[in-house]
């Protein structure tokens, strides 16, 4: 049997990982768990995938690079080394591969994850330079590669609506919650509690900093409860991405300073915690590929309100509750409701803790394979 030689550069994953990061490491330490003869070699910053490195794989390291200077060493010097190290499949796990003409005739395939073409479906969630970029090498990633994955049947709805892509050519793998994502013990919530000076009742906001996450108006809602009366506090928890700064603007404008706090980057070591200390995890995103948090949450037995459109109501199935992220009056009722109601939100922990068991990172690592054994035997 000959041994199918994989390669996945996971050069662009920062040391704060999120969103595509995450899916990246899980993805890998997933298939370096599989059975088989393939050999992975990971690309990736020092220190970040060093833990997962055996006996099957092995990490050559990328120093840290402007987005630039990886770009091109992404187009000119990672070919040079995958012809080298004599590498059957190329995984690209977030939009951009090698595009070179001289790799189309080689025995090298390329197989890409889109996870999600936002850019080009909301374009002002983002700043134009990050658009334009995106927007270049997903279209060209494209046109270069020979097999792609999508995190959802929505995802790939949209790339071979935008993308003109062969709807064939197009996996629909999903992520799932990480094993350390199950229901924190009193212990663990209390130690996390008194490290981040948490209340011992609170709403969980999670994701990073960006307008996508509608946090704006997930805002609003609160603030018209707690006019209301419902004195429970918003526990914000994401990184700083781009154009935030409105909604610190709100928090201080509706006067809300006390009630809503900004924790900032959450380790994944506390996540589970933080997710199983909230008594909800509100997730009204305009649009996600996946939505991660929606079952990340649910592994650890917590409530979950979302968005009814794109991936989250296909992730979340009937165990959220789901709701308009456009309307602050949708989004209000919701949100009172779950407050409000214990019984409801006992059934969302039971149907939840069942929907997040349906996925695996073992098989979206098995499925995933699948796509680098197809792709290495096209002709």
Known sequence: MTVLRIAIDASAVPQRMAGAAVYTYQL??????????????????????????????????????????????????????????????????HHHTPVAARLASGRLRRVVTFHDVTFLLLPERYPLIRRLYMSSVTRASARAADAFIAPSQAVRNDVVRKLGLPADRVSVIPEAAAPAYAPADGAAMASLRQRYGLPNRYLLSVGSLEPGKNRARLIEAYARLHHEGIDVPLMVAG?????????????????????????????????????????????????????????????????????????????????????????????????????????????????????????????????????????????
Request: with cysteine; net charge negative.
């Open 28 to 93: 890998v330490r997933a298939l370096a768990a599989l059975p088989g003869d393939q050999r992975l070699v990971v690309f990736a910053r020092p220190g970040l995938f060093d833990d997962l490195a055996g006996d099957r794989l092995r990490v050559e390291h990328v120093r840290p690079m402007g987005r630039a200077m990886r770009l091109g060493w992404e187009q000119a010097l990672l070919p040079l080394q995958l012809r080298r190290e004599r590498i059957d499949v190329l995984h690209s796990p």
């Open 239 to 379: 990184q700083r991405a781009w154009n935030y700064e409105g909604d610190f603007e709100l928090v201080r404008r509706l006067g809300l300073d006390q009630q809503v706090r900004f924790l900032g980057y959450v380790p994944d070591e506390d996540l589970p915690a933080l997710y199983s200390g909230a008594l909800l995890l509100a997730f009204p995103s305009l649009y996600e590929g996946f939505g991660l948090p929606v079952l990340e949450a649910m592994a650890c037995g917590t409530p979950v309100l979302t968005s009814n459109v794109s991936a989250t109501a296909e992730v979340a199935g009937d165990a959220a509750l789901l709701v308009d992220p456009r309307s602050v009056d949708a989004l209000t009722s919701a949100l009172g409701r779950l407050l409000t109601d214990d019984a409801l939100r006992a059934e969302l922990r039971r149907r939840g803790l069942a929907r997040a068991a349906e996925f695996s990172w073992e098989r979206t690592a098995r499925e995933t394979l699948t796509v680098y054994e197809q792709a290495a035997a096209r002709s």
